[in-house]
């Protein structure tokens, strides 16, 4: 079973910037970033395939955010850049091995959740 310790939400200004960690332990073979706005379905960002680091992205995240991975470190990132007060969510990072990259139900263990808020 994956096991998560995620850091680095906080409040910001628009336009400003974040970067989101996610320490995992366990064997998976994708990391996915989620959001999720006041109990609304959660909305995938970013995926990242950990071996080869193959991404994708949502239509939010295009051009703005950027997920990377240190398999030395065990964790996942995800580079928040232009950050617009649309953007602000509790964001989760999740393991899994999606077909479907950015489809929630396709992840199976789930971290707490980190808040971002971007104040305009």
């Known amino acids: 079973e994956v096991h998560f310790v995620e850091s680095g939400g906080g409040s910001v200004q628009a336009g400003g910037s974040l970067t989101l960690s996610c320490v995992y332990s366990?064997?998976?073979?994708?990391i996915g970033w989620f959001r999720q706005y006041f109990g609304n379905q959660r909305e995938g960002v970013a995926a990242?395939?950990?071996?080869?680091?193959?991404?994708w992205y949502g239509d939010s995240a295009k051009g703005r955010f950027t997920i990377a991975r240190d398999a030395s470190k065990s964790t996942a990132y995800l580079q928040l850049n232009n950050l617009k007060p649309e953007d602000t969510a509790k964001y989760y990072c999740?393991?899994?091995?999606?077909?479907?990259?950015?489809?929630?139900?396709?992840?199976?263990?789930w971290g707490q959740g980190i808040q971002v808020t971007v104040s305009s």
């Open positions: 999740a393991a899994g091995s999606p077909d479907r990259m950015l489809a929630a139900d396709e992840y199976t263990t």
């Open positions: 366990g064997y998976t073979n994708t």
């Open positions: 990242i395939r950990l071996a080869g680091g193959d991404a």
